[in-house]
T-cell receptor, first 116, second 113 residues
Framework: DSGVTQTPKHLITATGQRVTLRCSPR?????VYWYQQSLDQGLQFLIQ???????AKGNILERFSAQQFPDLHSELNLSSLELGDSALYFC???????????????FGAGSRLTVL | AQTVTQSQPEMSVQEAETVTLSCTYD???????LFWYKQPPSRQMILVIR??????QNATENRFSVNFQKAAKSFSLKISDSQLGDAAMYFC??????????FGPGTRLSVLP
């Protein structure tokens, strides 16, 4: 157990629907990162939050949004889902922000989204 | 933009043998951090080893060690005494202060009994 909790583990939904993925970072970590991994592909960085504020944005579609709450948990909202959104969505956390040299990413187990 | 290249999409090694996975990166910075992450069939991403660019000594974690060649911008991972549980996708990653992690495309390692 990495200490990063992601729910749900699996999710099957239909095109056009909206889903919310949830992440609780490891205790003491202030940064949360979201990554997308399509089948047998690498990791695509989506977005990063530090202590409730958005700090970096990657290849995140406009249909996707995220936030980090005061208790530091984060949610990734995916709307108007398309078949191509089927992927494994990882949350990772780290102690500091982008300027912290001590940063190591600790990953959750991922949420597998299947869009039919 | 920084890029990380892993030129070996797939590799295999015999159990108990040694294998080296390659990683090169592109940067003009002198201070940065390098990582190897492992993703076994469970899909969980696990940190294997970490190296600070300012440290000349190569990092080691049990059977895992790196060969860090700063001038060549090379960061290879050596796995000694390979075990069946080492079979996984291995991702090399780069990070510098103020920037996010950049991951390579991965190398799939098979361990043959």
């Amino acid at each position: 157990d990495s200490g990063v909790t992601q729910t749900p583990k699996h999710l099957i939904t239909a095109t056009g629907q909206r889903v919310t993925l949830r992440c609780s970072p490891r205790s003491g970590d202030l940064s949360v990162y979201w990554y997308q991994q399509s089948l047998d592909q690498g990791l695509q960085f989506l977005i990063q939050y530090y202590n409730g504020e958005e700090r970096a944005k990657g290849n995140i579609l406009e249909r996707f949004s995220a936030q980090q709450f005061p208790d530091l948990h984060s949610e990734l909202n995916l709307s108007s889902l398309e078949l191509g959104d089927s992927a494994l969505y990882f949350c990772a956390s780290s102690v500091g922000g982008l300027n912290s040299g001590a940063n190591v990413l600790t990953f959750g187990a991922g949420s597998r989204l299947t869009v039919l | 933009a920084q890029t990380v290249t892993q030129s070996q999409p797939e590799m295999s090694v015999q159990e108990a043998e040694t294998v080296t996975l390659s990683c090169t990166y592109d940067t003009s910075e002198s201070d940065y951090y390098l990582f190897w992450y492992k993703q076994p069939p469970s899909r969980q991403m696990i940190l294997v080893i970490r190296q600070e660019a300012y440290k000349q000594q190569n990092a080691t974690e049990n059977r895992f060690s790196v060969n860090f060649q700063k001038a060549a911008k090379s960061f290879s991972l050596k796995i000694s005494d390979s075990q069946l549980g080492d079979a996984a996708m291995y991702f090399c990653a780069y990070r510098r202060l103020g920037q996010n992690f950049v991951f390579g495309p991965g190398t799939r390692l098979s361990v043959l009994p």
